[in-house]
T-cell receptor
């Protein structure tokens, strides 16, 4: 069964460093998302991406964040200068269509900022 | 800020019983509703989606939607210890755009 994959599973970085989180969405899906979940808190939307551009972003997704689909399979989230409060699980999701489309989540990357 | 509300629990049920999980949402224009299961330290796993008023059944799971009351529920029949997890209600609607807005989740414990 097709699934979303993410690498790395765990990333430890120093405050102020740049990190890139990688995702491979389900191959025939068109809509891609990043969510995050701080320990013990709700899953929060960060950004949605369609047709090679951002379609929506949340207040969390400030200038320190960027997304890219560098090729036909990968979808990346970059955090330019990490802060302690960026420590969270980051989930990539994809869906086949936007009209009520079901979103399927990857296993997540645990980001720890020291 | 549009909200999705769930009772945090924990909800404890004996093995074999029916577990009933509830969710309310504030955006009356919401169109799509989803239940995800999340085991500790893992990612959300889609269980059910529902788009129309009424019931939708899939195996041991039944989702119920009442748009007039802005209420969606999940019933789990013949609960098993492996069903013990956090159940997340997620809503997508007109004001939310294409994103999912999640509730905080209800912890379910199935006791053998």
């Amino acid at each position: 069964e097709p699934e979303v994959t993410q690498t790395p599973s765990h990333q430890v970085t120093q405050m102020g460093q740049e990190v890139i989180l990688r995702c491979v969405p389900i191959s025939n899906h068109l809509y891609f998302y990043w969510y995050r979940q701080i320990l013990g808190q709700k899953v929060e939307f960060l950004v949605s991406f369609y047709n090679n551009e951002i379609s929506e972003k949340s207040e969390i997704f400030d200038d320190q964040f960027s997304v890219e689909r560098p090729d036909g399979s990968n979808f990346t989230l970059k955090i330019r200068s990490t802060k302690l409060e960026d420590s969270a699980m980051y989930f990539c999701a994809s869906s086949g269509d936007s009209e009520g489309g079901e979103q399927f989540f990857g296993p997540g990357t645990r980001l720890t900022v020291l | 800020q549009k909200e999705v509300e769930q009772n945090s629990g924990p909800l404890s049920v004996p093995e074999g019983a029916i577990a009933s999980l509830n969710c309310t949402y504030s955006d009356r224009g919401s169109q799509s509703f989803f239940w995800y299961r999340q085991y500790s330290g893992k990612s959300p796993e889609l269980i059910m989606s529902i788009y129309s008023n009424g019931d939708k059944e899939d195996g041991r799971f039944t989702a119920q939607l009442n748009k007039a009351s802005q209420y969606v529920s999940l019933l789990i029949r013949d609960s098993q210890p492996s069903d013990s997890a956090t159940y997340l209600c997620a809503v997508k609607g007109m004001e939310y755009g294409n994103k999912l807005v999640f509730g905080a989740g209800t912890i379910l414990r199935v006791e053998s």
